[in-house]
């Protein structure tokens, strides 16, 4: 199956710092990547919708300046959480969206981010 | 009310139990649908795509009522490596996915 990957899989911060995650999608293009955030024990909560060569689309409550988003290739998004609360402390994971199959998306590993 | 419901579970069953999962949507114009499993602290992978006429993968079958807006998933035959949360996932277009909170499944020796 299609895979996607996500660097850093782990990363620890101070509050107040800036932190970047990567999304690639290895063999084959994305038009479409998503982030999403997951609490403890919580669903997936989606957080922006991401297109190639366009901004990202965010969902209600999640702050822009904050999640900035960039998509600049079709293999590569990234999400960078600015100025970290504990507050953001979740596992962030993204998808991508084969554009030439079908509805399926498929999911990075996974960030887990802790901010101290 | 949450646009895609499942009961949170857990539900635990010992091996070679049939288990089955319901989950029901609020959007009507929802176009697909999907089983994932998730694994403590892993990410969602896709188990079976859902259709209208019912599908079968194994020892898993998959039920959608678009009447109902309501969504099964069945497990025959449970294995220990069945355990983990399975998530109801509806698309309401192609770009917009909503999961639901997830049932979290533990199979006992």
């Known amino acids: 199956g299609a895979v996607v990957s996500q660097h850093p899989s782990r990363v620890i911060c101070k509050s107040g710092t800036s932190v970047k995650i990567e999304c690639r999608s290895l063999?084959?293009?994305?038009?479409?990547m998503f982030w999403y955030r997951q609490f403890p024990k919580q669903s997936l909560m989606l957080m922006a919708t991401s297109n190639e060569g366009s901004k990202a689309t965010y969902e209600q409550g999640v702050e822009k300046d904050k999640f900035l988003i960039n998509h600049a290739s079709l293999t590569l998004s990234t999400l960078t959480v600015t100025s970290a609360h504990p507050e953001d402390s979740s596992f962030y994971i993204c998808?991508?969206?084969?554009?030439?199959?079908?509805?399926?998306?498929?999911f990075g590993p996974g960030t887990r981010l802790t901010v101290l | 009310r949450k646009e895609v419901e499942q009961d949170p579970g857990p539900f635990n069953v010992p091996e070679g139990a049939t288990v089955a999962f319901n989950c029901t949507y609020s959007?009507?114009?929802?176009?697909?649908f999907f089983w994932y499993r998730q694994d403590c602290r892993k990410e969602p992978k896709l188990l079976m795509s859902?259709?209208?006429s019912g599908n079968e993968d194994g020892r898993f079958t998959a039920q959608l009522n678009r009447a109902s807006q309501y969504i099964s998933l069945l497990i025959r035959d449970s294995k220990l490596s069945d355990s983990a949360t399975y998530l109801c996932v509806v698309n309401k277009k192609g770009n917009d996915m909503r999961f639901g909170a997830g049932t979290r499944l533990t199979v006992k020796p």
């Open positions: 959007n009507s114009a929802s176009q697909s």
């Open positions: 063999d084959f293009q994305a038009t479409t």
């Open positions: 998808s991508a969206r084969d554009g030439g199959s079908t509805d399926t998306q498929y």
């Open positions: 859902v259709y209208s």
